[in-house]
């Protein structure tokens, strides 16, 4: 298997340096694969401590360290989405995937020393599309990632996900369809940053008439507490609804200041309260309305966008 930082089948190379280059690739693979930067972090953990567990003749004996730890941190994956439908039924409320502020705002958070650890923002991390892979099965979702995303072929697929290349294939396809019939038509940053501007000072100016007026008639929120803070706990769906509930959350929490910011490469809003950040908004644009609205609320989710005591951003 090749990596996107190991052109070809060139020999391999052991020493740290090498091995750590590739921290990079297995963040950016894992985060897309799990939808969450914590358990991408605790993946590519848990693949160093397997690689440096083997003795030095087992790690010489790899003809390409970059293959085996992509391997290995995707067997890891694929074990942990297998494993999420349980645990996603014992989440409380609904299950968002971990929002990313832009990669020249969030490289800060992470260790000194170690700047390849930053996920690659492109249409493959932004937030509808992170949803529609959540109903994806763990097979469809890996197979898709590694072929479409990463450039994997079948062959290198087939031998993660433990099936035929044939049938790495057809499970590329079905995630290709699922994609296919909930996307919708592309929306520039540009328009897209103008709406979510307009509906922020909208929700400031507690305007319902225009709040209703950018919202799709069909449009949907949903909100992820995780249980940790109060978060409502089922999709508010139709505009009317949702101008109302904006509005009564304006009326509840005077206090709350809202900045335009990247969230998972597409124009959206962070929520401060007393320089905190207590929620980050990404937003689904079709056409001029906003079709759908993510709201990350648990701040298990929110550790990249930490803000400093005087609320400047990291």
């Given amino acids: 298997?090749?990596?996107?930082?190991?052109?070809?089948?060139?020999?391999?190379?052991?020493?740290?340096?090498?091995?750590?280059?590739?921290?990079?690739?297995?963040?950016?693979?894992?985060?897309?694969?799990?939808?969450?930067?914590?358990?991408?972090?605790?993946?590519?953990?848990?693949?160093?401590?397997?690689?440096?567990?083997?003795?030095?003749?087992?790690q010489e004996a790899v003809e390409s360290p970059g293959a085996w730890l992509t391997k290995v941190a995707s067997r890891i994956c694929l074990d942990l989405l297998r494993s999420a439908r349980s645990r996603r039924e014992r989440y409380v409320g609904e299950w968002i995937p971990e929002p990313l502020p832009e990669r020249t705002d969030w490289i800060s958070v992470l260790p000194a020393g170690d700047p390849a650890d930053r996920v690659t923002l492109d249409e493959s991390v932004n937030m509808a599309f992170l949803v529609v892979l959540e109903a994806m099965t763990p097979a469809e979702r890996v197979a898709f990632i590694l072929h479409d995303v990463f450039h994997y072929s079948f062959v290198e697929v087939a031998d993660i996900v433990g099936r035929t290349p044939a049938a790495c294939r057809q499970l590329a396809t079905s995630a290709r369809r699922r994609i296919s019939a909930s996307q919708a038509p592309a929306t520039s940053a540009a328009k897209s940053a103008g709406v979510v501007r307009e509906f922020k000072q909208a929700w400031e100016a507690k305007d319902i008439k225009a709040l209703m007026a950018l919202l799709d008639p069909d449009a949907t929120v949903i909100a992820d507490g995780g249980g940790l803070v109060s978060a409502v706990l089922h999709p508010i769906e139709g505009s009317a609804r949702i101008a109302r509930f904006t509005l009564n959350l304006a009326g509840r929490t005077p206090d709350m200041t809202f900045l335009e910011r990247t969230v998972n490469g597409q124009p959206g809003l962070v929520a401060q309260q007393d320089g905190v950040t207590v929620a980050v908004i990404a937003f689904e644009i079709v056409g001029d309305r906003i079709k759908n609205m993510w709201a990350v609320r648990n701040p298990e989710k929110l550790r990249p966008w930490a803000m400093d005591a005087e609320g400047a951003e990291l």
């Fill in 1 to 58: 298997m090749t990596t996107p930082s190991e052109p070809g089948h060139a020999p391999a190379d052991q020493s740290l340096s090498a091995i750590m280059s590739e921290r990079r690739h297995l963040i950016n693979l894992a985060y897309r694969l799990l939808g969450s930067l914590a358990d991408a972090e605790d993946v590519v953990q848990e693949t160093y401590t397997r690689w440096y567990a083997m003795s030095r003749q087992q």
